[in-house]
């Protein structure tokens, strides 16, 4: 069983550094953002860079390229899982859906969703013991408040995933890649 992996020790756009560290560590390296697309996805099979594919629907454009980046990984013996860019219950719910329509996700994979103090479901996901029915409604089996949504959109939001622009710290360190 796999407990752990480093996720893109390279810069992104470094597939053959990528593919020299998998090939010299014993921990399993999965591609991030090198992961982007289709043809990412068959660059890094092509220099078999990696064991896994970290897949977003958000990166790839959506839930049906996503699933064509999983299903390519399938038929390479390549395994995935899906992170979190602090989505919404929308988001989170399409990779839900993902996952559950697919053979190679073998462990739970992460969310930020229960950090949020709200979210524009009329009802929040549930996760109990680290897992989530999957709906039986259709579309990804949720509902939108309007009232949520209305009131969410006059929040302030501001992308800082890697850099905040408006971070009043002197200390501030942007973060570069996945280790923190």
């Known amino acids: ?22 090939k010299s560590v014993s921990v ?33 454009g959506g839930l049906l390229k996503a699933k064509q980046i999983v299903d390519l990984a ?10 979190t860019w602090a989505e919404t219950g929308i988001a989170t719910m399409a990779n839900v859906h993902l996952i559950a329509a697919s053979r190679n996700f073998p462990f739970a994979n992460d969310t930020h969703y229960d950090y949020y103090h709200s979210d524009v479901l009329t009802t929040n996901l549930c996760f109990t013991n680290g897992k989530i029915v999957v709906p039986t409604k259709p579309g990804l089996g949720i509902d939108i408040s309007e009232e949520r949504l209305r009131a969410l959109s006059k929040e302030e939001v501001r ?13 501030f360190v942007p973060r570069i890649g996945n280790l923190l």
């Open 28 to 60: 399993p390296i999965t591609a991030d953002e090198s992961c982007t697309d289709f043809e990412s996805a068959l660059r890094l099979i092509d220099k078999r860079a990696v064991v896994a594919f970290t897949v977003y629907p958000s990166e790839a």
């Open 1 to 22: 069983m796999i407990y752990s992996w480093w996720s893109r020790p390279t810069p992104y756009y470094d597939i053959d550094g990528l593919a020299q560290v998998s």
């Open 159 to 171: 992308e800082m995933v890697f850099f905040d622009s408006q971070q009043q710290d002197d200390e």
């Open 74 to 83: 399938n038929e390479s013996g390549i395994w995935c899982v899906t992170g």
